[in-house]
């Protein structure tokens, strides 16, 4: 028994939502559940991942806005009645596994039956950011509870917080506008590499696994020199890891490499500022995505795989 994917979605923004994280979790959400045959109001649990959002909004939660945008219970709530739970996770690049790790105990207690997990981002605005590294897109996974083998095993956690100058990202106030400022250390890869493969063999030794046991590694960030790094620590080569066809992808990103990953035993991976990094087993088939490009009103293309 466990905690399964039902169905991922990707989108990418077009040039009128490249603006707006808020746009892109919302097109991705509707889409995730309208293919796996479900209504908003079906969702129990709306988690929101994303990290930077439109004119580097802090409140209130996106995952609200989100669940309003979509019509999840949206109206004010009845005693004794339904409703969907929704909140922001902050873990960057780690906070779609952040969220499975959440969504997971809900569903294990069976507190709840369906969980859908939002990651996007996208430049704040004009004038709101100096350099945005990131691609403005938007990621939908929807989590059930199956009986069987199939599911998400026991997530493992690595902290170097002596690592925490590697990654930073700050708002700062900038004339009447706040403006949010990157600092990024030029060893950042290997970093985060180091604390992936930590995640990573602690991860494979409790489930006693070994690399060769794996039918598939997905891991975030997408960038290639973090793959390359991962993957000489873990002894495979590079193109054994599968990581989003977006190297700029970020909080997104693991559910995009997810899309593209066999099916069978999975090692997931995740490693952001902080330093933090996770890992974890999954075990099921691949879950049906569907690619969305050029997500702008009245603008999509849609191509099932």
């Not at 293919?35 to 996106?62: F, S, T």
């Not at 002894?235 to 970020?250: F, L, S």
Request: charged residues 20%; glycine residues 10%.
């Amino acid at each position: 028994m466990g905690t399964v994917i039902d169905r991922l979605e990707v989108t990418r923004a077009g040039w009128r939502s490249r603006h707006s994280a808020l746009h892109l979790a919302v097109t991705a959400a509707k889409r995730c559940l309208q293919q796996a045959g479900h209504a908003a109001d079906d969702v129990d649990l709306l988690i929101n991942a994303g990290i930077y959002r439109d004119r580097n909004l802090a409140e209130p939660a996106l995952a609200a806005l989100i669940q309003q945008d979509i019509g999840a219970h949206s109206e004010d709530p009845h005693p004794d009645a339904h409703g969907t739970f929704s909140f922001d996770v902050a873990n960057g690049t780690c906070g779609v596994l952040t969220a499975m790790q959440i969504a997971d105990g809900f569903l294990r207690s069976r507190a709840i039956r369906r969980a859908l997990i939002v990651a996007s981002d996208a430049d704040p605005g004009h004038r709101m950011t100096k350099d945005f590294p990131f691609a403005p897109a938007g990621t939908a996974m929807l989590c059930t509870w199956r009986d069987g083998d199939a599911g998400l095993g026991t997530i493992h956690w690595v902290n170097r917080f002596d690592d925490a100058d590697a990654y930073s990202a700050t708002v700062e106030l900038a004339g009447r506008r706040n403006v949010l400022r990157f600092d990024v250390a030029a060893d950042l890869d290997a970093r985060l590499a180091d604390a992936a493969a930590d995640a990573a063999s602690q991860c494979l030794h409790e489930a006693s696994l070994a690399v060769g046991d794996l039918d598939a590694i997905v891991a975030a960030p997408a960038g290639d020199a973090f793959r390359v790094a991962l993957a000489e620590r873990l002894g495979v080569a590079p193109d054994r890891i599968t990581v989003a066809d977006d190297a700029r992808m970020h909080t997104g990103g693991l559910i995009a490499a997810l899309a593209l990953a066999a099916a069978g035993r999975v090692l997931m991976v995740a490693a952001g500022g902080g330093i933090t990094a996770g890992a974890a087993i999954y075990r099921g088939d691949r879950p049906a995505t569907a690619d969305v490009v050029g997500v702008d009103p009245g603008s999509a293309i849609v191509t099932s795989r």
